[in-house]
């Protein structure tokens, strides 16, 4: 039942053509991406390379003080491999302005200020380079709300939005990015040492299948556990899945009118294309 | 007897009937060009899929006088052709149709009975359910229609077979889901069950289904016709725009009834019998 592999190509296919067909249809022919030096970044700029010529895509590398030194260097390695346009602009000024007014910040704070200084750079290059932002945040992240509201998961399309995070992987291999981008321990780079499996407590491995029944297969809790999972560990995860409904819906419009957006005017963003 | 069928997989664009149907008329046209006497478009062809609150602006009185209609009557005095289009009641309802045109003439309208509402369906929200399913005489034999979700329910292409259907006409607007390590999941399932109904049938069955985007949806084409031996004669490809041609050897119904008497053995009064029982007892 835990299936989880992919057919890449047909996957590669279907998320190249979606590129297309969704920057095209909204008036452009290019687009920008926040090229950390992680997998899930490096997928979407390969799909978006294919899909809209090298030429038009813009990766933005967006480095802080604290970055790791090697995420600006694997960064490089993509660029240089798919020979895509490229910006670097490092944020730590903007970011520290705002932090120094705050002494005690948090490591949370801080982090969500820089995943939101990031957001503003792409957006305003999303104007500078008439392009489209390509978000790329996975399904695990975005299930377990592992992202900034705001900050990384702002974007206008995201085509590896429905892939977990080990299917990325997958993808990954089959599209040949640079291998010490796929062997590295994913991180959000937000401070030294970070590693998303450390904060979360759980490997994307184990997690990615718990979610595959969840999700896609619409398990019981009780039929995960029996499945093998732990029930702590599941009952955490459903949990997480639950408190972080509000990073994947549109904020809610409190209903007055006879018509109402978001409840009752309801259209497709492709209309009329 | 033999018929040329083009099964037109096509793109389209949401909400726009006038783009639409100039495309209609350009696919119309190299069908005809290319000898094919039956062109099948897919479900809401001349709309798109996912209308939501755009339905009332699409909607369609099918008549000679109708902007869109008139254009597609005209191309049909050339090729029979089936298309897909929001039909609009005198009393303001709104259906997924089918209209099956020939010689000018609106030969049959089948509106959609079954409107999933479910996962990532919403139609009962927008639309009107059909409710019947009649079979109707051709030029080339006795057709049913059957439009997307209709034929998930094995009570619809049976109603139609019992009416004389024949030649069987699905068109879909099907979106690509359930993607493993092998193939698209919602693709393998539906061409499995075109040909199940193909062989149970004994008749031609044919699929169109549209290609394209519309949000996040991926619609993945590869039309197919199976006979009434159940073997496949043609198929579409994945998500592409295409146009399938094939050639249907009517003679093969006969044939393959000769060897495997499946319509004249059927009971459909026991069917009838057994059904009001079990109604009864609700």
Same mark, same amino acid.
């Given at each position: ?16 053509? *979606? ?63 798919? %020979? ?18 705050? $002494? ?7 982090? %969500? ?24 945040? %996975? ?25 977990? +995070? ?9 599209? +040949? ?8 321990? $994913?991180?959000?780079d937000l401070w030294l040492g970070q590693t998303d499996e450390a904060e979360l407590g759980f490997t994307y491995e184990k997690v990615d299948q718990l979610l595959y029944l969840l999700i896609d297969h619409r398990y019981q809790p009780a039929e995960c556990i029996q499945a093998g999972f732990e029930e702590k560990f599941v009952q955490s995860v459903i949990d997480r899945i639950?408190?972080?409904?509000? +990073?994947?819906?549109? $904020? $809610? ?14 259209? *497709? ?5 | ?71 597609? =009557? ?15 009641d005198a009393r303001h309802r709104f259906y997924i149709a089918a209209g099956y045109l020939s010689k000018g003439e609106i030969t049959h309208i089948h509106r959609k009975v079954h409107l999933p509402t479910y996962g990532i369906f919403d139609e009962k929200r927008f639309l009107a359910a059909g409710d019947t399913f009649r079979a109707f005489d051709t030029r080339f034999g006795r057709v049913g229609l059957l439009i997307c979700e209709d034929f998930w329910h094995i009570s619809s292409p049976y109603l139609l077979w019992q009416d004389g259907a024949d030649i069987f006409l699905l068109h879909s607007a099907s979106p690509g889901r359930g993607i493993t ?28 289904? @549209? ?38 050897? =009517? ?5 393959? @009834? ?8 059927? @009971? ?8 009001? @029982? ?5």
């Amino acid at each position: 039942m835990i299936d989880l592999p992919i057919n890449s190509e047909l996957v590669r296919n279907i998320l190249v053509r *979606f590129i297309d067909s969704e920057i095209t249809r909204a008036g452009y022919s290019r687009a920008i991406i926040n090229l950390s030096g992680g997998i899930d970044s490096a997928v979407a700029c390969v799909l978006a390379a294919e899909a809209l010529g090298p030429e038009n895509v813009l990766a933005i590398r967006i480095p802080y003080k604290t970055s790791a030194p090697d995420s600006l260097e694997h960064a490089q390695l993509l660029i240089d491999q798919l %020979n895509i346009q490229s910006l670097t602009i490092p944020i730590t000024e903007m970011v520290d302005s705002l932090i120094e007014c705050f $002494p005690d910040m948090s490591k949370t704070r801080k982090g %969500n200020i820089m995943a939101r200084a990031r957001m503003i750079i792409a957006y305003d290059q999303s104007e500078a380079f008439h392009g489209l932002v390509i978000g790329t945040g %996975n399904k695990t992240e975005i299930l377990l709300g592992y992202t900034t509201l705001f900050g990384d998961s702002a974007c206008a399309i995201n085509p590896i939005g429905d892939l977990y +995070k080990t299917q990325v992987r997958q993808l990954a291999v089959d599209l +040949k990015i640079p291998q010490v981008i796929i062997d590295k321990p $994913p991180s959000a780079d937000l401070w030294l040492g970070q590693t998303d499996e450390a904060e979360l407590g759980f490997t994307y491995e184990k997690v990615d299948q718990l979610l595959y029944l969840l999700i896609d297969h619409r398990y019981q809790p009780a039929e995960c556990i029996q499945a093998g999972f732990e029930e702590k560990f599941v009952q955490s995860v459903i949990d997480r899945i639950q408190r972080f409904q509000f +990073k994947r819906s549109l $904020p $809610p419009i409190a209903k007055i009118s006879s018509r109402t957006i978001g409840s009752d005017f309801l259209f *497709f963003r492709d209309s009329g294309t | 007897m033999s018929i040329n069928i083009a099964l037109a997989q096509i793109n389209t664009r949401l909400g726009d009937l006038s783009s639409n149907l100039d495309r209609h008329l350009t696919i119309a046209n190299e069908a005809c060009q290319n000898g094919a006497d039956l062109l099948v478009f897919p479900e809401l062809s001349l709309t798109g899929y996912s209308l939501q609150d755009l339905v009332p602006q699409v909607a369609i009185r099918p008549s000679k006088e109708d902007p869109v209609f008139k254009h597609l =009557l005209q191309a049909s005095l050339e090729i029979d052709m089936v298309v897909g289009f929001v039909e609009e009641d005198a009393r303001h309802r709104f259906y997924i149709a089918a209209g099956y045109l020939s010689k000018g003439e609106i030969t049959h309208i089948h509106r959609k009975v079954h409107l999933p509402t479910y996962g990532i369906f919403d139609e009962k929200r927008f639309l009107a359910a059909g409710d019947t399913f009649r079979a109707f005489d051709t030029r080339f034999g006795r057709v049913g229609l059957l439009i997307c979700e209709d034929f998930w329910h094995i009570s619809s292409p049976y109603l139609l077979w019992q009416d004389g259907a024949d030649i069987f006409l699905l068109h879909s607007a099907s979106p690509g889901r359930g993607i493993t390590d092998k193939h698209i999941g919602s693709a393998d399932w539906v061409e499995t069950i075109n040909r199940a109904y193909a062989g149970l049938f004994t008749a031609f069955f044919a699929h169109s289904n @549209r290609v394209g985007f519309e949000d996040g949806l991926y619609f993945w084409g590869g039309a197919t016709l199976f006979d009434p031996d159940g073997k496949l004669m043609a198929m579409g490809p994945y998500d592409l725009e295409a146009i399938t041609y094939a050639e249907m050897d =009517l003679n093969q119904l006969r044939r393959t @009834r000769t060897r495997l008497p499946l319509l004249r053995d059927e @009971r459909p009064e026991l069917v009838l019998h057994e059904l009001g @029982r079990i109604l009864k007892h609700d």
